[in-house]
């Protein structure tokens, strides 16, 4: 998978970088209400100003840990939870607070894959209802009929299509993510977000579906936003990453940089837990992980300053005062980008990780 991957990355950078989706300072704050007057006390800040670019073609991974925001940040690209302030500029418009009327026809260029196979799908239908349900809904008229394409659909994605009449709670995990995948491609979309697809089912389940959608890309020419909180997933689908942490990116490189050179200690932090397969590098590996001292702050009352500082080992007195932009670290800005005043290097990186082992007595 690494190997095709690997060449399907090296097309997609000769081509020119045109942005399908540009996010510019989304945020979503949850509102906090409390007694008979249901008076708003604070805000849960969820997605706090986050910028990024996703380019026709390329799967961008969204990676952080739970409660960072992925999951609030992939709806938001969907308009299923309405942004507080910011822009979506989807395919060259901005979709932020287009009413439900003119949003309904760009759903189908976008559309979204959820996390629970179990849970998204309706287990009073039949699987033909559910797969069809976006082709009635968009009133999309096909050539031989929905049911022949409901069908074509469950072979492209692995299934029979014999399952038409079968209803959900006949298949495993995996085949109804199968479905989940079918329901999405009904339409033919330029964007698809897909919401921890693959973090419900069975290590070996997974990589089928990785190895499914990667296979759909290349075949639809389609467009992936990949959330997932399992490092070693991201890395065989992606071609860049981006880091979130509190509501916040904190670092966007191409898949390669991030995995061989992370600068934010966050991330250094992140790539220091990812299981090491060799044998001969585990030791090393384990002997260099980095745990982080205290637990991850409140949404509703974040650090001033750098978001991350309360937990990093290279925080100073600037980090509590004023928050990092998140910057090109090499001239290129669409490189490598990191959010930290004191971005980790090859040459400190290790000193950082035995410092927060000491740190922790």
Known sequence: MDEHHGSAQAATETRPREALLSVRDLQKHFPIVKGILRRQTGAVRAVDGISFDVHKGETLGLVGE????????GRLLTRLVEPTGGSITFDGRNIAHLRQGRLRPLRRDMQMIFQDPFSSLNPRHTVGTIVGAPLRIQNVKTEHGVKRAVQDLLKLVGLSPEHYNR?????????RQRIGIARTLALRPKLIVADEPVSALDVSIQAQVVNLLDDLQHELDLTYVFIAHDLS??????????????????????????YSD???????????????????????????????????PSPINPPSGCRFRTRCWKAQEICATQEPPLVPQDGDPDSHLTACHFPVGRDDEIKGRRSADKRLG
């Not at 739970?66 to 940040?73: A, L």
């Not at 997933?233 to 979130?244: E, K, L, P, T, W």
Request: glycine share 8%.
């Open 66 to 73: 739970s409660g960072c925001g992925k999951t609030t940040t």
């Open 233 to 258: 997933v991201v890395r065989h689908i992606s071609d860049r990453v981006a880091v979130m942490y509190l509501g916040k990116i904190v670092e966007v490189a191409n898949r390669d940089t991030l």
């Open 262 to 296: 992370p600068r934010h200690p966050y991330t250094v932090a992140l790539m220091s837990a990812v299981p090491v397969p060799d044998p001969a590098r585990r030791d090393r590996a384990q002997r260099e992980r980095v745990l982080l001292t205290g637990d991850v």
């Open 167 to 175: 209803y959900p709670h006949e298949f495993s995990g995996g085949q």
